[in-house]
Structure formats: C-alpha cells, structure tokens
C-alpha cells in the first residue's frame, strides 16, 4: 500500500493520466477507499477465511458484534470525523459556500444510508439490526466521498441510500 498510493493518487490528483481523461475523485474514494479496499481484498486471498465463519456444507455462520455499544461509539466517532475529511480536502477556507454544501452532503448521505440499511435489514431478517444500521452511516460516507463537493443534496441522498441498500 506504501508503494501503490502515490502511484495511484498521482494519476487522480497529480496531473495523471486519470486527471488529463476529466476523472474526479474531491476527496478520496478512489485514491484511499477503493486502493485499501483492494489492499484488503489482497490480503483476505492470502489469509484465507476466518475461522468458524464457514461451515463444513459452506453456509454462512453469523459473527455477530461483541460490543454494540463501542461499535456504536466508533461509528458515531468515524461519521464526525468525516467532516473534517470531506469539507477539510477543499483545503482552506476561500469558499465556506463550499465548505457548507460538502458538510450537508455528507451527512445526508451517511443519514440515508442508516435508513435503507435499516429497512433493508428489518425486511430481509423481520428486525433492524444495529451493526448494519452503523455499517450503513459508514457506507453512504465512503460513497459520498468522492463527489460531495459535485452532487446537489437530493442526489447525495440517493448515493447514501443505494450504499446503505447494498450493506
């Protein structure tokens, strides 16, 4: 990952190959997101699956979170911490017009995506469950990253709301 991030941010933010074709990407869902999650991918070919998550007929065992509360917390911390993420890539304060719009679509789409994971998960299992409700915030903030300084607030919603839908 230390070799491939400036490589792969260079093409996005640099003046790359990837800039020069119009590619935007404001604050880093390709350049951090989708690099780390290809890292994880990596990783999870060589590690294997987890232990205990697979039965011997191939069914799905459920690890379910030991401590809702703290991954509660942690979401809630992650969600706060976008906003220094998100409006801080416009990297100063020239704009607060800007400023402001990238906070707002941030936060609808992470709200969005609590709701469509809620009620994806209260239609599929017949209850809301709290860890796809965090893991839902946490999906529509990881969408919205990078457009959220070029979609208005209506289509940040549905970014949220799909991302949610897909956790």
């Given at each position: 990952?230390?070799i491939i991030?400036?490589?792969q941010?260079?093409?996005?933010?640099?003046?790359?190959?990837?800039?020069k074709l119009?590619?935007?990407d404001?604050?880093?869902?390709?350049v951090?997101?989708?690099?780390?999650?290809w890292?994880?991918?990596?990783?999870i070919?060589?590690?294997g699956?987890?232990?205990g998550k697979?039965?011997?007929?191939?069914r799905?065992?459920?690890i379910?979170?030991h401590?809702?509360?703290?991954v509660?917390?942690?979401?809630f911390?992650?969600w706060?911490?976008w906003?220094g993420?998100?409006?801080g890539?416009?990297?100063?304060?020239s704009?607060p017009?800007?400023?402001?719009h990238?906070?707002v679509?941030?936060?609808l789409?992470?709200?969005?995506?609590v709701?469509?994971?809620?009620?994806?998960?209260r239609f599929?299992f017949?209850?809301a469950?709290?860890?796809?409700?965090?893991?839902?915030a946490?999906?529509?903030?990881?969408?919205?990253?990078?457009p959220?300084a070029?979609?208005?607030?209506?289509?940040s919603?549905?970014?949220?709301?799909f991302?949610?839908f897909?956790?």
């Amino acid at each position: 990952v230390a070799i491939i991030y400036p490589i792969q941010g260079h093409w996005i933010w640099g003046g790359g190959w990837l800039a020069k074709l119009g590619f935007l990407d404001f604050a880093g869902s390709t350049v951090v997101h989708s690099v780390g999650g290809w890292a994880g991918l990596a990783g999870i070919i060589v590690l294997g699956p987890r232990m205990g998550k697979y039965e011997a007929a191939g069914r799905v065992t459920p690890i379910p979170g030991h401590n809702m509360p703290l991954v509660t917390l942690g979401g809630f911390i992650l969600w706060l911490g976008w906003f220094g993420f998100n409006p801080g890539s416009t990297m100063g304060t020239s704009d607060p017009g800007l400023i402001a719009h990238i906070a707002v679509t941030t936060n609808l789409a992470a709200a969005a995506g609590v709701i469509s994971s809620s009620l994806t998960s209260r239609f599929m299992f017949g209850k809301a469950d709290l860890s796809m409700s965090v893991n839902g915030a946490l999906a529509g903030l990881v969408a919205i990253t990078a457009p959220c300084a070029f979609v208005t607030p209506a289509v940040s919603i549905l970014i949220g709301a799909f991302a949610g839908f897909i956790v």
